[in-house]
């Protein structure tokens, strides 16, 4: 399972931006782990790694240069403070480490953000895998292997390969390109002037792909020029889609913060620290208990498997 982990920070604290425990807000601390409980119950995974942006990563994401003016049309919210959500999105991590939950939280500015680490990982693991987010960017990864909760306010919509055209309009192996065509205007990436949502599922129903319709002499479109279809493609190809980005500019290192033992007694003092006394019940920590033993037979499993190679040899 892969969390998008600002995404789901963002919702909580504005949903139970309220909740306080001795004057000092909580309400982020709560909602998330409550979620994460739910998806946890819902999608029994194996492994899971919530993965956060940061002001670092942010800065020194690659794509800052490509388009300098990337992500500057998002409106500051002057009700939003940066300083109590952040305070609580600390609690969040040092909560989520003593659960026994992997995190991503870059510290260093490696020039990646939270989409291309969630990119990495779903093409690098080999099983089954779940996004969870409300960015419907993730919907280029979904494959037969991967599929997508796209969160939006208090619906969600489970994306499959066999199911993303009814529900985004698109196939999954189209959004990239789709992307490249209609634009994203919440990171201020400008498409094809003139194609908005519906032109642009019109044009992938008829040509499946922009690279198909470049390459076919007689292809036609009312209101695209295949010159300024190339050149539009050639600047937002890395801006958006992930695959590519990943080739051109390769993660070389993950700042993955190791999670601790499972340790009863020092979770449940820090939930009481934040009056958090539901979280420590056995329901809500039954299957935290349950995925870290998971996660270490997975981990015993592969070093014996590796044990047992190098012996043969």
């Known amino acids: 399972m ?32 409550r979620q994460l ?17 940061t002001s670092k990563s942010k800065k020194s994401n690659f794509r800052n240069k490509l388009l300098p003016d990337y992500k500057g049309n998002r409106k500051q ?7 109590d959500f952040n305070g609580q999105l600390i609690k969040v991590r040092k909560i989520l480490r003593r659960l026994g939950i992997k995190v991503v939280w870059d510290n260093e500015g490696l020039k990646h953000e939270t989409d291309d680490y969630i990119a990495y990982y779903s093409q690098k693991h080999k099983g ?16 037969p292997s991967v599929k997508m909760l796209k969160v939006q306010g208090e619906k969600d919509n489970l994306i499959y390969e066999s199911n993303c ?30 194609i908005g949502e519906v032109k642009g599922k019109q044009f992938f129903e008829q040509f499946k ?16 020029d295949k010159d300024g279809l190339r050149d539009l493609y050639n600047r937002n190809k890395y801006l958006v889609n992930l695959k590519k980005a990943l ?19 020092k979770i449940i003092a820090m939930f009481e620290e934040y009056g958090l006394k539901s979280f420590t019940l056995d329901d809500f920590l039954k299957p935290f208990k349950q995925l870290q033993n998971e996660s270490n037979d997975g981990r015993a499993i592969r070093n014996r ?6 012996n043969t040899k």
């Open 165 to 194: 055209k009814e529900i985004m309009g698109v196939e999954a192996n189209q959004f990239a390109d789709y992307l490249t065509m209609v634009g994203d205007n919440s990171d201020n990436i400008k498409g094809y002037f003139g």
């Open 305 to 310: 498997k590796n044990n047992l190679s190098k």
């Open 209 to 224: 792909s922009i690279k198909s319709f470049l390459l076919t002499p007689t292809a036609t479109f009312k209101g695209i």
């Open 128 to 143: 089954k895998c779940v996004i969870i987010s409300g960015d419907k960017d993730f919907c280029q990864l979904i494959s």
């Open 2 to 33: 892969l969390i998008d982990g600002s995404n789901l920070a963002y919702r909580a604290y504005y949903r139970f931006k309220k909740l306080k425990f001795k004057d000092i807000p909580t309400g982020l601390v709560f909602g998330f782990l």
């Open 37 to 53: 409980w739910i998806y946890i119950t819902r999608f029994q995974p194996n492994d899971i790694i919530v993965i956060f942006d």
């Open 247 to 265: 080739k051109k500019y390769p993660i070389k290192k993950v700042p993955l913060i190791k999670p601790r033992q499972f340790n009863y007694d």
């Open 77 to 83: 919210d002057l009700s939003f403070n940066i300083e």
